[in-house]
């Protein structure tokens, strides 16, 4: 399969070029390229399936070359078994100092460059976002035909082992982000045998973005510090997980078919109201007011209605709400923080952050100067039943909490012979399986938490 879409080209100046960034593809062709990119892997081995291409390319290059051909064609020969069309490159010279497999910065441009220049890969150079990090993208080589004829995919097939997850569950110290040991327990058998279930049933199901077959789609589950805190579940590599909700609606298929996609309202302030219910009946009153824990006081917010007004009719939007996204961001912060002082640090990163994204992706405009205490006040205020688990470091422990739920909506469905894919506190499913996910998730809180009174789900 050969990936085919818009680019813009950029003409940069002459010592460095013409190159194309992956940021500036149109949307739909940057998500489809990253969604079918291999994540290359700084090793090189030796295979029947392409070591004689490794000695040809070589031979063309130069003998200086030979580990960085060699790694190239080690990664190129593992995507393409798992069906990835372009494979991510590290251009960045300290990743590649002191290799253990001898594989040098300079091989590595070499070989690109080469490639590149003889129109064997497409070069999409990479970018850092430091503002947004989830808008910074790696360089990524796609395989142009050329390249392909050139491969035995017979022999990719019968020598090449799948490049899959080695242990589906995965302990992450908190700190460094680093993985850890894990003791192989009885339970954590369990909930491997539980992720390799889900797994199964996603590998049985054929998944499509823009009509495109989407590689090889692999859960883990990832624990942070401990068993209890954590345990959300992540695509190995990213995959669709990486895609935003509007492409995910509008381009994603399951069996051919449209996805449908409901998530936890407000999951986490939820699941604390459900908690406190629990000891104080009365407090289930609330969910026959229609009550909002992001409905607080916004009578001190300046607010520019023009402005909201003309982003949300040059964005298409039919909702925003620029004080509603701030509350719920800042319901989070003081859930996840240990103390007020960074939970208002955070919030005030936030805001500065947003106003240097770009027109389309910014939650705040219209705001004028928002005072992050302020707000953090109001949000409490409003949600003084739930309080008292505020500036307590509880983010990690309500992540267990609906992980332990979202495995139970997996169980649920998986048991009918349907599957979904998982988003952390949503889930897509096919159109026509809408109506099971629904009662799933409704069912799988209760499992969870013994009542659903404020479990809420919807539609997006």
């Not at 070499?110 to 990090?133: C, H, I, N, P």
């Not at 406190?276 to 289930?284: L, T």
Request: aromatic share 10%; with cysteine; charged share 25%.
């Amino acid at each position: 399969m050969v990936l085919r879409f818009n680019t813009n080209v950029l003409h940069i100046g002459e010592e460095e070029g013409c190159m194309i960034r992956v940021r500036d593809l149109d949307a739909l062709s940057r998500y489809t390229l990253l969604l079918h990119s291999y994540r290359s892997k700084p090793f090189r081995h030796s295979s029947k399936a392409y070591d004689h291409l490794v000695d040809q390319f070589t031979q063309e290059m130069g003998n200086r070359k030979y580990n960085g051909v060699q790694w190239f064609f080690t990664n190129l020969a593992t995507a393409l078994k798992l069906g990835h069309s372009a494979m991510t490159v590290k251009l960045d010279r300290n990743y590649w100092s002191s290799n253990k497999a001898g594989i040098g910065y300079r091989q590595v441009k070499g070989v690109v460059d080469w490639m590149q220049e003889r129109g064997f890969v497409t070069l999409y150079t990479g970018s850092k976002d430091t503002v947004a990090e989830w808008r910074s993208y790696p360089s990524v080589l796609k395989f142009e035909q050329k390249l392909l004829d050139a491969v035995d995919i017979q022999s990719v097939r019968l020598y090449i082992p799948d490049d899959r997850l080695e242990f589906p569950i995965v302990l992450k110290d908190r700190a460094t982000k680093k993985v850890i040991d894990l003791d192989i327990t009885e339970e954590v058998m369990n909930m491997a045998q539980q992720m390799d279930s889900y797994n199964e049933s996603v590998d049985a199901v054929r998944v499509e973005f823009n009509g495109e077959p989407v590689p090889m789609i692999e859960y883990k589950r990832s624990f942070s510090g401990n068993l209890f805190q954590g345990g959300r579940l992540f695509v190995h590599g990213g995959s669709v997980q990486l895609i935003p909700e509007r492409y995910r609606l509008k381009y994603l298929t399951i069996d051919g078919e449209r996805v449908a996609e409901i998530d936890y309202r407000a999951i986490h302030a939820a699941l604390l109201y459900e908690n406190v219910a629990q000891q104080e009946p009365s407090v289930y009153a609330l969910t026959n007011e229609g009550f909002d824990p992001y409905k607080a006081d916004r009578s001190f917010m300046i607010v520019d209605d023009m402005e909201v007004a003309k982003h949300k009719v040059k964005f298409g939007l039919a909702k925003y709400d620029p004080v509603r996204n701030l509350y719920k961001r800042a319901l989070m912060m003081a859930i996840n923080n240990p103390n007020h002082t960074k939970a208002r640090g955070a919030l005030n990163t936030d805001i500065h952050k947003d106003s240097k994204l770009d027109p389309e992706d910014r939650r705040y405009v219209g705001l004028f100067k928002p005072d992050p205490s302020k707000v953090l006040e109001a949000v409490a205020e409003h949600n003084e039943l739930i309080e008292d688990h505020f500036y307590k470091d509880n983010g990690v422990k309500l992540q267990f909490v609906d992980s332990q739920i979202a495995l139970r909506v997996i169980d649920y469905l998986v048991q009918e012979g349907q599957t979904c894919l998982a988003y952390h506190d949503s889930f897509a499913v096919k159109e026509s399986v809408a109506p099971l996910l629904e009662s799933a998730m409704m069912s799988a809180w209760k499992d969870v938490m013994g009542e659903n009174k404020f479990c809420f789900v919807e539609r997006k």
